[in-house]
């Protein structure tokens, strides 16, 4: 046998070597077309994708985590109120499509959103009684957010809180 030969051998071997170590590694991992079975459902300790908190109607991407310390809410039978801070690594837009779509879903009108490219995102909705805004900032590889709920105020405005027209001018 030349030097030749055995050179191109040794590397055709080697090549086979490789390639049957690259099959039996993948040999019982399962495949995209594999059937689900027993062993490929969802484990009962998963997170879930969004959750209801302290408002209730108001959805919460389970990426975002509270925060108790800047958090306040006021609970009674009927009704929460207050603000929950929250912080997670999410994506301000993503955020914003989140809540827009979610809290139309559970009956909130959107008021007005004001978005700022460089500085917070504030979302405003409302319900027949109630009010939310939602602040999203993002700094660093951080994302805060704050929302607030409020009862509405279902009186008129009295003569004394209205804006004088030397203040309007």
Same mark, same amino acid.
């Given at each position: ?37 027993? #062993? ?9 994708? #969004? %959750? ?8 919460? !991407?389970? /990426?975002?985590? !509270?925060? *108790? ?10 009704? /929460?109120?207050?603000?929950? /801070?929250?912080?997670?690594? %999410? ?12 809290? +139309?879903?559970? *009956?909130?009108?959107? %008021? ?38 409020? !009862?509405?105020? *279902?009186?008129?405005?009295?003569? +004394? ?9």
């Amino acid at each position: 046998m030349t030097g030749m030969q055995r050179r191109y051998g040794m590397i055709g071997t080697g090549l086979c070597v490789l390639a049957a170590m690259a099959l039996l590694s993948t040999g019982c991992s399962p495949s995209k077309f594999s059937r689900p079975g027993p #062993s490929s459902a969802k484990s009962q300790t998963e997170r879930p994708v #969004s %959750v209801y908190r302290e408002f209730g109607d108001v959805l919460i !991407p389970s /990426a975002l985590t !509270p925060d *108790n310390d800047a958090s306040y809410i006021v609970e009674t039978p009927g009704l /929460a109120t207050g603000v929950l /801070a929250l912080t997670g690594r %999410v994506q301000r837009n993503s955020l914003i499509d989140f809540f827009n779509h979610n809290m +139309a879903k559970d *009956n909130w009108r959107r %008021v007005t959103i004001f978005k700022s490219p460089q500085t917070n995102t504030i979302l405003l909705f409302r319900k027949e009684n109630r009010w939310c805004i939602i602040s999203i900032r993002e700094k660093g590889f951080r994302t805060y957010v704050q929302i607030g709920v409020a !009862p509405s105020m *279902n009186t008129p405005a009295s003569p +004394a809180s209205a804006p004088s027209e030397e203040i309007l001018k």
